[in-house]
């Protein structure tokens, strides 16, 4: 039992060594999508709501583990199954929100067709180019996964494996010097890194430079990360006091005029409570407001006025719409932000840029009939050309709206434009059940450590709050018995301000065009060592 379970060193070539090797190096299919199977459990567990982060740095253990000694094709379904159980599961809570079954699956295997890409690679990585497969093959994990997020209206930036370490600031520090991308690379590193000592302690495999570079760039990343994850920490020199709102949605065409104005009193109510505090700044969350500014005029007089009376500045979002513009134009609508001074006047406005594909545009709408299950029929919002910078007195900041919170280049690019702090503004009504909001909460808290900066987030029904440059949670809006989804209430902070900007901030997604580097190298070598 014990030599079929740990082959012996091949020292002969007798049929019986080499069967003991061969049950090592090329498991059975069967064996292989079990242990697919199972990184993709651990994958969900690690991420939210759950947030068993350790599974993070076994599912990528698993999932090679299951890819070891393989074929190609092996390869394939093994990466994709494990990525498909994950999404399915991962995102769950989408079905009961409305979004069609079929849409849903369909998602889920293009989302996993990237992982059944990377399982088909590393085999192939491991075979001809062993020199270099320990850094290729994180490497490769790295590209697909940022292919994937950033792929044009097919991007889909959710479940990331990075995002499993939002709770950890020693770990997500990472992301601090190499975005969310080096915190998948050192989990998939260190996977890479548990099954080569396995299989060299189990079949007498050589230890090659690359491993050694590999522990070296794990140890270098996760260093750098905790320090910057120190530094972030670090007391402010400078606050801003913020108050952000929750108090329900207001859904166009459901309800009466009524619910409308009894939806858009609660904010007011709840503005004037967190005054006494006396903040700087209110936020109200996406979709609280039952108008379309500028052109509402009741509305936009409404807000003036509780601006004046709470003496705060106020950042409310809605659905832009101003008479005033080109003809032709005036009809389009734009999801918008407006920031509000204490005197009532709008002093900014932000158009939102990054539009949620088949929500608020339909992609390839001039080449394209969609079928009714996917695409419904809608009327386009048009993306803002520009990003806002909102100033109050020394304190600069910028707002995103939603969907663009998922995009690490979203938020990069408008937090490098010398800000002080970040606000996340969102609707996630859409689901009544919570675990897509807790995944969102811990993507923006990504967001924030990638650049340095404190976030304050308002969301119509939770998670709201703050988040420090390190990614911890200061403050959540939570109600009498503690609960923060579903919560009506208000909640303040004193914001740091930003002091020096991340590497990330400055460099941006810098590991990636490192890891395509040496995906290209691994090429270079397995086309010589095929021509040998």
């Given at each position: 039992m014990t030599s079929a379970c740990a082959p012996s060193r091949p020292t002969s070539t007798s049929p019986r060594s080499s069967t003991h090797r061969v049950s090592w190096e090329r498991p059975g299919a069967a064996r292989a999508l079990g242990l697919?199977?199972?990184?993709?459990?651990?994958?969900?567990?690690?991420?939210?709501p759950f947030g068993w982060w350790a599974l993070g740095w076994l599912a990528p253990a698993l999932l090679l583990l299951a890819l070891a000694g393989q074929r190609a094709r092996v390869g394939c379904a093994a990466g994709f199954l494990a990525a498909f159980a994950f999404q399915c599961l991962f995102g769950w809570w989408l079905l009961p929100a409305?979004?069609?079954?079929?849409?849903?699956?369909?998602?889920?295997?293009?989302?996993?067709?990237?992982?059944?890409?990377?399982?088909?690679?590393?085999?192939?990585?491991?075979?001809?180019?062993?020199?270099?497969?320990?850094?290729?093959?994180?490497s490769l994990w790295g590209v697909l996964e940022w292919l994937r997020a950033n792929l044009g209206w097919l991007a889909a930036p959710w479940g990331?494996?990075?995002?499993?370490?939002?709770?950890?600031?020693?770990?997500?520090?990472?992301?601090?010097?190499?975005g969310v991308w080096g915190v998948s690379f050192v989990l998939m590193g260190a996977g890479v890194g548990v099954v080569g000592l396995v299989r060299w302690r189990r079949a007498a495999l050589p230890v090659r430079p690359a491993s050694a570079l590999l522990a070296l760039a794990l140890v270098g990343l996760l260093a750098a990360g905790g320090v910057l994850a120190h530094r972030a920490a670090a007391p402010p020199e400078r606050t801003l006091r913020v108050a952000v709102i929750q108090a329900g949605r207001y859904v166009p065409g459901q309800g009466t005029r009524a619910d409308a104005l009894a939806v858009f009193e609660r904010?007011?109510?709840l503005t004037r409570a967190a005054a006494a505090e006396?903040?700087?700044?209110?936020?109200?969350?996406?979709?609280?407001?039952?108008?379309?500014?500028?052109?509402?005029?009741a509305a936009r007089a409404a807000l003036a006025d509780l601006a004046r009376e709470v003496g705060a500045h106020l950042l409310v979002a809605?659905?832009?719409?101003?008479?005033?513009?080109?003809?032709?134009?005036?009809?389009?609508w734009a999801n918008s932000v407006f920031l509000f001074s204490p005197a009532g006047q709008i002093e900014a406005r932000y158009d939102k840029i990054r539009l949620l594909p088949f929500n608020e545009y339909v992609p390839l709408r001039r080449w394209l009939d969609w079928p009714a299950w996917i695409a419904r029929d809608m009327r386009d919002a048009e993306a803002g050309a520009e990003r806002t910078v909102f100033r109050i007195g020394e304190a600069r900041f910028a707002a995103l709206i939603c969907w663009e919170n998922l995009f690490s280049r979203e938020f990069r690019a408008s937090a490098a434009q010398g800000v002080d702090f970040m606000v996340s503004l969102t609707n996630e009504a859409f689901t009544e059940v919570g675990p897509?909001?807790?995944?969102?909460?811990?993507?923006?808290?990504?967001?924030?450590?990638?650049?340095?900066v404190a976030l304050a987030r308002a969301a119509t029904t939770g998670v709201s709050g703050f988040v420090a440059p390190d990614g911890r949670v200061a403050a959540r809006v939570r109600d009498a018995s503690g609960r923060s989804l579903d919560a009506?209430?208000?909640?303040w902070h004193d914001l740091p301000l930003a002091a020096a900007p991340t590497p990330y901030r400055r460099f941006g997604d810098w590991i990636v065009g490192a890891e395509v580097a040496i995906l290209l190298a691994a090429a270079v070598a397995a086309k010589g060592a095929r021509g040998t």
């Open positions: 697919a199977l199972a990184a993709g459990l651990a994958w969900v567990l690690a991420a939210p409305g979004v069609n079954a079929a849409a849903y699956l369909a998602g889920a295997a293009l989302c996993a067709a990237y992982a059944g890409a990377f399982g088909a690679g590393a085999v192939v990585l491991e075979r001809r180019a062993p020199a270099l497969a320990p850094l290729a093959i994180p990331v494996l990075g995002d499993t370490q939002s709770s950890r600031p020693e770990i997500a520090g990472v992301a601090a010097l190499a904010y007011r109510m006396k903040p700087a700044l209110v936020v109200w969350p996406e979709s609280a407001l039952p108008a379309s500014l500028p052109s509402d005029v809605s659905s832009g719409r101003d008479k005033s513009r080109p003809a032709g134009a005036a009809d389009r897509g909001r807790e995944q969102l909460f811990a993507i923006n808290r990504l967001r924030a450590v990638e650049n340095g009506t209430g208000w909640a």
